[in-house]
Protein backbone atom coordinates (compact mmCIF):
# COMPACT_ATOMS: atom_id res chain seq x y z
CA UNK A 1 0.00 0.00 0.00
CA UNK A 2 1.38 3.72 -0.42
CA UNK A 3 -0.09 6.88 0.79
CA UNK A 4 0.16 10.32 -1.55
CA UNK A 5 -0.40 13.60 0.10
CA UNK A 6 -0.42 16.43 -2.10
CA UNK A 7 -0.48 20.14 -1.26
CA UNK A 8 -1.10 23.25 -3.31
CA UNK A 9 -2.71 26.55 -2.88
CA UNK A 10 -3.93 25.54 0.36
CA UNK A 11 -5.46 22.51 -0.78
CA UNK A 12 -4.79 19.17 1.02
CA UNK A 13 -5.33 15.68 -0.22
CA UNK A 14 -4.22 12.18 1.04
CA UNK A 15 -4.77 9.03 -1.25
CA UNK A 16 -4.45 5.51 -0.69
CA UNK A 17 -3.71 2.86 -3.00
CA UNK A 18 -2.69 -0.64 -3.50
CA UNK A 19 0.27 -1.91 -4.60
CA UNK A 20 -0.71 -2.51 -8.36
CA UNK A 21 -1.45 1.32 -8.18
CA UNK A 22 -5.62 1.15 -7.89
CA UNK A 23 -7.43 3.18 -5.59
CA UNK A 24 -8.50 1.40 -2.53
CA UNK A 25 -11.21 2.75 0.06
CA UNK A 26 -10.21 4.63 2.42
CA UNK A 27 -12.19 4.31 5.49
CA UNK A 28 -11.54 2.61 8.60
CA UNK A 29 -14.29 -0.03 8.81
CA UNK A 30 -15.80 -1.67 12.19
CA UNK A 31 -15.69 1.71 14.58
CA UNK A 32 -18.63 4.21 15.08
CA UNK A 33 -17.26 7.78 14.09
CA UNK A 34 -18.03 11.36 13.21
CA UNK A 35 -16.67 12.76 9.39
CA UNK A 36 -17.24 16.05 11.11
CA UNK A 37 -14.94 15.56 14.05
CA UNK A 38 -12.55 13.44 12.28
CA UNK A 39 -12.41 16.18 9.46
CA UNK A 40 -11.60 19.14 11.92
CA UNK A 41 -10.88 22.07 9.46
CA UNK A 42 -7.76 23.41 9.18
CA UNK A 43 -6.71 27.53 9.67
CA UNK A 44 -6.70 28.70 6.22
CA UNK A 45 -6.93 25.38 4.26
CA UNK A 46 -9.40 23.53 2.21
CA UNK A 47 -8.71 19.72 2.96
CA UNK A 48 -10.37 16.93 1.07
CA UNK A 49 -10.21 12.96 1.99
CA UNK A 50 -11.13 10.97 -1.03
CA UNK A 51 -13.13 7.84 0.63
CA UNK A 52 -14.19 6.16 -3.21
CA UNK A 53 -12.49 7.19 -6.22
CA UNK A 54 -14.09 6.87 -9.98
CA UNK A 55 -17.47 7.07 -11.48
CA UNK A 56 -19.50 8.15 -8.29
CA UNK A 57 -16.75 9.15 -5.72
CA UNK A 58 -17.40 9.96 -2.01
CA UNK A 59 -15.11 12.36 -0.71
CA UNK A 60 -15.11 14.28 2.40
CA UNK A 61 -13.77 18.09 2.43
CA UNK A 62 -13.32 20.42 5.34
CA UNK A 63 -13.32 24.42 4.87
CA UNK A 64 -12.06 26.80 6.92
CA UNK A 65 -13.43 30.20 7.85
CA UNK A 66 -13.29 32.17 5.03
CA UNK A 67 -12.09 29.77 2.35
CA UNK A 68 -13.43 28.86 -0.97
CA UNK A 69 -13.47 25.92 -3.35
CA UNK A 70 -13.30 27.79 -6.59
CA UNK A 71 -16.82 27.42 -9.04
CA UNK A 72 -16.14 25.25 -11.84
CA UNK A 73 -18.50 23.82 -14.62
CA UNK A 74 -18.71 20.07 -13.52
CA UNK A 75 -20.17 17.52 -16.21
CA UNK A 76 -22.02 15.50 -13.40
CA UNK A 77 -24.40 16.21 -10.42
CA UNK A 78 -23.37 16.40 -6.88
CA UNK A 79 -25.12 15.25 -3.81
CA UNK A 80 -23.53 17.81 -1.09
CA UNK A 81 -24.49 16.41 2.65
CA UNK A 82 -23.17 19.55 5.31
CA UNK A 83 -21.68 17.55 8.71
CA UNK A 84 -21.27 20.50 10.08
CA UNK A 85 -20.79 23.99 9.86
CA UNK A 86 -22.51 26.66 6.99
CA UNK A 87 -21.93 26.01 3.27
CA UNK A 88 -22.34 28.50 0.65
CA UNK A 89 -22.87 27.11 -2.50
CA UNK A 90 -22.90 29.67 -5.77
CA UNK A 91 -22.57 29.39 -9.40
CA UNK A 92 -26.02 27.97 -10.59
CA UNK A 93 -28.42 30.43 -9.24
CA UNK A 94 -28.56 34.13 -9.13
CA UNK A 95 -28.27 34.10 -5.52
CA UNK A 96 -25.66 31.79 -3.09
CA UNK A 97 -27.55 28.98 -1.37
CA UNK A 98 -26.66 28.68 2.39
CA UNK A 99 -26.76 25.40 3.81
CA UNK A 100 -25.98 24.08 7.23
CA UNK A 101 -25.49 20.94 9.43
CA UNK A 102 -27.86 17.97 8.67
CA UNK A 103 -28.95 19.87 4.76
CA UNK A 104 -28.25 18.23 1.61
CA UNK A 105 -28.39 19.83 -2.24
CA UNK A 106 -27.76 18.51 -5.68
CA UNK A 107 -26.05 20.45 -7.86
CA UNK A 108 -27.06 20.33 -11.51
CA UNK A 109 -24.96 19.27 -14.08
CA UNK A 110 -22.97 20.71 -16.63
CA UNK A 111 -23.57 24.13 -14.52
CA UNK A 112 -21.04 26.27 -12.68
CA UNK A 113 -20.46 25.50 -9.04
CA UNK A 114 -18.91 26.77 -5.91
CA UNK A 115 -18.58 26.37 -2.40
CA UNK A 116 -17.14 28.54 0.39
CA UNK A 117 -17.97 28.80 4.57
CA UNK A 118 -17.74 31.81 6.34
CA UNK A 119 -17.56 30.24 9.81
CA UNK A 120 -16.12 26.42 8.96
CA UNK A 121 -17.41 23.60 7.29
CA UNK A 122 -17.28 20.17 6.72
CA UNK A 123 -19.29 18.23 4.11
CA UNK A 124 -19.19 15.14 2.24
CA UNK A 125 -19.92 15.03 -1.80
CA UNK A 126 -20.94 12.02 -3.71
CA UNK A 127 -20.83 12.31 -6.97
CA UNK A 128 -23.71 11.44 -9.57
CA UNK A 129 -23.72 10.83 -13.28
CA UNK A 130 -26.37 12.10 -15.72
CA UNK A 131 -27.64 7.91 -16.44
CA UNK A 132 -27.20 7.55 -12.97
CA UNK A 133 -31.03 6.27 -11.46
CA UNK A 134 -32.37 9.82 -9.29
CA UNK A 135 -35.30 9.67 -7.20
CA UNK A 136 -38.07 12.13 -8.15
CA UNK A 137 -38.22 13.37 -4.67
CA UNK A 138 -35.27 15.32 -4.79
CA UNK A 139 -34.73 18.06 -7.75
CA UNK A 140 -31.56 19.57 -8.45
CA UNK A 141 -30.81 22.89 -6.56
CA UNK A 142 -33.56 22.51 -3.71
CA UNK A 143 -32.35 21.66 -0.27
CA UNK A 144 -33.12 19.38 1.72
CA UNK A 145 -32.66 16.90 4.54
CA UNK A 146 -32.50 13.12 4.03
CA UNK A 147 -34.09 12.34 6.84
CA UNK A 148 -37.11 14.05 6.13
CA UNK A 149 -37.80 12.13 2.86
CA UNK A 150 -39.28 9.22 3.69
CA UNK A 151 -41.80 8.84 7.06
CA UNK A 152 -42.00 6.06 9.94
CA UNK A 153 -44.53 3.17 10.08
CA UNK A 154 -45.01 1.06 12.98
CA UNK A 155 -43.68 -1.84 12.69
CA UNK A 156 -42.09 -1.13 9.35
CA UNK A 157 -38.89 -1.00 7.64
CA UNK A 158 -38.92 2.05 5.22
CA UNK A 159 -36.27 2.27 2.32
CA UNK A 160 -35.83 4.80 -0.76
CA UNK A 161 -33.08 4.69 -3.41
CA UNK A 162 -31.77 8.11 -3.68
CA UNK A 163 -29.56 7.18 -6.48
CA UNK A 164 -28.31 4.13 -8.14
CA UNK A 165 -26.43 2.34 -10.79
CA UNK A 166 -24.58 -1.10 -11.34
CA UNK A 167 -21.78 -0.15 -9.32
CA UNK A 168 -23.24 1.98 -6.52
CA UNK A 169 -26.17 2.61 -4.47
CA UNK A 170 -27.21 5.35 -1.76
CA UNK A 171 -30.21 4.64 0.14
CA UNK A 172 -31.96 6.00 3.21
CA UNK A 173 -33.97 3.86 5.78
CA UNK A 174 -36.58 4.29 8.74
CA UNK A 175 -36.62 1.58 11.28
CA UNK A 176 -39.80 1.74 13.67
CA UNK A 177 -39.13 1.03 16.82
CA UNK A 178 -38.44 -3.02 17.51
CA UNK A 179 -37.67 -3.76 14.01
CA UNK A 180 -33.75 -3.98 11.93
CA UNK A 181 -32.16 -6.32 9.58
CA UNK A 182 -30.89 -9.83 10.10
CA UNK A 183 -27.37 -10.58 9.77
CA UNK A 184 -26.20 -10.31 6.11
CA UNK A 185 -22.93 -10.19 4.20
CA UNK A 186 -22.00 -6.66 2.32
CA UNK A 187 -21.69 -7.03 -1.09
CA UNK A 188 -18.93 -4.00 -1.28
CA UNK A 189 -17.94 -1.17 0.93
CA UNK A 190 -20.76 0.73 2.77
CA UNK A 191 -21.05 3.70 4.99
CA UNK A 192 -23.83 4.52 7.24
CA UNK A 193 -24.81 7.90 8.17
CA UNK A 194 -26.81 7.50 10.90
CA UNK A 195 -29.76 10.81 10.64
CA UNK A 196 -32.08 10.43 13.16
CA UNK A 197 -32.32 8.63 16.97
CA UNK A 198 -30.39 5.63 17.32
CA UNK A 199 -29.86 2.24 16.85
CA UNK A 200 -27.11 -0.71 16.88
CA UNK A 201 -25.28 -2.26 14.20
CA UNK A 202 -23.88 -5.27 15.16
CA UNK A 203 -20.30 -6.01 12.67
CA UNK A 204 -18.46 -9.37 12.56
CA UNK A 205 -19.92 -10.16 16.11
CA UNK A 206 -19.83 -6.92 18.14
CA UNK A 207 -22.56 -4.79 18.77
CA UNK A 208 -22.30 -0.72 17.95
CA UNK A 209 -24.49 1.82 19.70
CA UNK A 210 -24.97 4.60 16.86
CA UNK A 211 -26.63 7.98 17.05
CA UNK A 212 -28.12 10.88 14.59
CA UNK A 213 -24.90 12.92 13.33
CA UNK A 214 -22.76 9.36 13.50
CA UNK A 215 -21.30 7.44 11.19
CA UNK A 216 -19.91 3.85 10.46
CA UNK A 217 -17.93 1.94 7.34
CA UNK A 218 -17.85 -1.86 6.80
CA UNK A 219 -16.25 -3.48 4.70
CA UNK A 220 -16.82 -5.44 1.82
CA UNK A 221 -17.63 -8.88 2.96
CA UNK A 222 -17.90 -7.66 6.45
CA UNK A 223 -21.38 -9.73 8.16
CA UNK A 224 -23.65 -6.93 9.89
CA UNK A 225 -26.92 -6.31 11.30
CA UNK A 226 -29.08 -3.56 12.28
CA UNK A 227 -31.40 -3.38 15.43
CA UNK A 228 -33.33 -0.70 16.38
CA UNK A 229 -35.19 -0.69 19.84
CA UNK A 230 -36.16 3.22 19.35
CA UNK A 231 -37.34 4.70 16.06
CA UNK A 232 -33.98 5.15 13.82
CA UNK A 233 -33.10 6.33 10.67
CA UNK A 234 -30.25 6.10 8.11
CA UNK A 235 -28.30 6.89 4.64
CA UNK A 236 -26.31 3.90 3.18
CA UNK A 237 -23.53 4.29 0.56
CA UNK A 238 -22.76 1.00 -0.61
CA UNK A 239 -20.25 0.14 -3.47
CA UNK A 240 -21.60 -3.02 -5.64
CA UNK A 241 -18.54 -3.89 -7.96
Same mark, same amino acid.
Given at each position: ????????????????????????????????????????????????????????????? #?? *? @?? +??? $????? /???? &? =????? !????????????????????????????????????????????????????????????????????????????????????????? #?? *? @?? +??? $????? /???? &? =????? !?????????????????????????????????????????????
Amino acid at each position: MSIQSNEADGFISRDIYNNRGDFMWNEETGRVYSIAKDNAPVRGCTVSKAVKDGDNSLIYF #SL *A @AK +TDI $SAEIF /PYRK &L =IIVNE !GDLNVYGFTEKSLILNGGECIVTPADNTVGFRSEESCVYTEISIRKDDIMNEAVKAGEIFKLGDLLPYQDGRIVNMDISSNDNYKFVIM #SF *A @AG +TGL $SEHAA /PGEA &L =IFALD !GEGVISYEGKDYPIKAGENFSFAKGGMHAVKAEKPFKMALFLTLS
